[in-house]
Structures are given as C-alpha cells and as structure tokens.
C-alpha cells in the first residue's frame, strides 16, 4: 500500500486531495451552538478518529467522542457555528456518526458566509451550501459540496437533534495571487493548501501533521514509519499548495529522539501539465525527479534549516521527501515565493 488512493479507495476524490478546513488541528474553532448537553461542539471538530467508551459516564450522561445535543421536546431543530481554519472554496464534507447508533442526528444542513473579519452575527448573510440530507447510525456520510464561492465560516444544522461524532470540510485555502513572487511563504503548508499524495508507510502517528502549523504535541502528531527490516528507505510525496521556488528548507523532528531518520534527501519537479491527478506513473515518476537537496544527516528532537544546500530548480510543483532509512519526522516546511505563471 503505497498511495492514499489505495489506503482510502472507499472514500470520494475530495477526500483524498483536499484540505480538511474544519480541522481543529489546523486552527478551526467552534463559536456557538444552540445546545451541548451532552457533549460540546469543540469534540467534532478533533483530529483523531471518534472512540467509544462503553463504560464512561459524566453528569449529564453517557460520555460521547462528538457534539450531542439533547433531546429536543418542542418545534425547531439544533445549529452549530464554526470558524474555519481558512478562507477557502469547499468541495466536499464528511458528515460522520461513529458510535452514534440511537442517538444519532437524523439530518443535516450545511450553510456559510465570508466575512472579512469578526464573527457572525444576526446581520449576517449566510447561503445554503448543503441542503438537507438524510443521516443513519454509525456511519461517515460523504456529500459534495454545492457551492465553489470562498467561505470562512459554516453554521451546520441537525434535525431535530443529536449527535454527531465529526464533521469535515475538504477544500483548498485562499492564497492571494497578489503575492506572486513577493512574500515568503512555507510552500507546503496544509493552510496553503499543501497536501501529501502518498507515501510508503504511515504505520504511526498521522501523516497529515507532516504539513500542520506548529510544532507537535507528541510523537503521534506527525509522520513516523515502521522499523525498517529490510534493505531501501522510506518516502512521501506531497503537491505545493502553489507552484513556486523553494529557496530554504526546515525539518523538525520534535520529540522523535530515539527513532529519528538518519539523514533525508529531497526530490522535486514542476508538474503544471500533469492536473490534480494521483496515479501511480506519479509516483513511480518522483524516483527520477531532480535533486532539490542532497543527503543530510538528521538528529533527533532538533529543527533542521537548510539554505545553502537547497538546489535553485526554478519553480516545482510537488516535492518528494526521501528518509534514510526510516524514522519520524514533526513537520516539513519548505519555504519559497510562488510563481503561478510560467
């Protein structure tokens, strides 16, 4: 299993080559909900899968990994309001009730607005993105979004009222293309709508953190490999969030101190023509792209910057991460100006 479209074939395209902008992780907050007596907004926008404690009990009830409204007794149905980690134009949503199985909410509306800055408030206008479709028990529920305009904010109805263990919206951020050639930027950057497309292993943690703000929190909050056994090394090929020249490079391996990588290469090339594809020609293609950085020797719980020994390639479009032999790594940064036009 070497592609995200192996490991998630079940899963739509927008799944699978979009940003999750309602990720907590990425800076997403929950404003305001009509309800949360049994568990608060704040749960269904986590990262982490839903879990299920059988046994777990609070003040108000059965402890839920989700947002859980009560159970409603007059007219009218239950809202949420959240903030997005970035402005950005959505292409889809998963919609999931994991272990939500008789107290699931039976349906769900998406609307949003874009504000320049602030929050919503009861002048704002907002649009119906999603209109109402039908949710069941323990499921996630894929829905392509049905507007393409930028948005920064999402109000989310149930009705009448339940649960919902997560809820996702995959899109591309907004980057200004003012900014062309001007502002250093970290090309890679999930907020900049950076992504990884594959990979050959991802036992632990979450590849995804590879590209997140900050530094991580724990050895689960980025990319790490199995031990090795075997002769080879391990590898990750992720799309810019823009084309652009890398000028400088940052390797974190934050708290990774006894199974950091040895030493890492980079590999790059400028696929314009190629679209927004994932094939395997793709991948089978990155072992032969040009040298962005040649070998360098890693240490563990360390931010590595690298300038002088980053190659002038001119500008590239996705990148190839190459650790020697295996390993964990924090976050990638790869820093650079974007050039949209050729």
């Not at 874009?114 to 479709?133: F, H, K, Y």
């Not at 393409?148 to 009222?161: F, G, K, S």
């Not at 293309?177 to 907020?191: F, R």
Request: proline share 5%.
């Amino acid at each position: 299993m070497t592609t995200i479209d192996r490991l998630e074939s079940d899963v739509p395209l927008f799944v699978r080559t979009g940003i999750n902008l309602a990720s907590a992780g990425l800076g997403a907050k929950a404003l305001s909900a009509t309800d949360e007596f049994f568990a608060p907004l704040t749960r269904m926008l986590e990262d982490d899968e839903a879990v299920f404690y059988p046994d777990r009990f609070d003040d108000n009830g059965k402890w839920m990994d989700g947002w859980e409204t009560r159970r409603r007794r007059g007219s009218g149905h239950d809202h949420a309001t959240i903030r997005l980690a970035a402005p950005g134009r959505l292409l889809g949503f998963d919609v999931d009730t994991s272990h939500f199985t008789g107290n699931y909410a039976p349906a769900v509306r998406v609307e949003a607005c874009t504000l320049t800055d602030g929050e919503p408030d009861d002048s704002t206008r907002w649009v119906e993105i999603l209109r109402n479709q039908p949710l069941g028990p323990s499921a996630h529920h894929y829905f392509r979004c049905e507007s393409y305009e930028l948005w920064t904010h999402l109000r989310i109805h149930i009705y009448p009222d339940g649960g919902v263990a997560r809820f996702r919206a995959y899109g591309v951020p907004e980057l200004d293309p003012s900014n062309e050639g001007k502002d250093e930027i970290d090309l890679a950057a999930a907020l900049n709508g950076g992504r990884v497309l594959a990979f050959s292993d991802a036992h632990y943690g979450d590849f995804r953190r590879l590209l997140a703000p900050g530094r991580g929190k724990n050895m689960a909050d980025g990319w790490e490999t199995r031990r090795r056994r075997e002769p080879g090394y391990d590898w990750l090929v992720l799309a810019l969030g823009a084309r652009g020249s890398i000028d400088r490079i940052e390797i974190d391996t934050h708290l990774f101190k006894g199974n950091y990588p040895d030493s890492c290469t980079l590999q790059a090339a400028d696929l314009t023509e190629f679209g927004d594809g994932l094939t395997d020609a793709l991948v089978t293609s990155s072992m032969f792209w040009d040298q962005l950085m040649p070998r360098q020797k890693l240490q563990g719980d360390t931010i590595h910057e690298f300038r002088e020994q980053v190659a002038d390639l001119g500008p590239v479009t996705h990148v190839r991460f190459n650790i020697h032999p295996d390993g964990g790594v924090s976050r990638l940064r790869l820093f650079g100006r974007p050039v949209w036009r050729g």
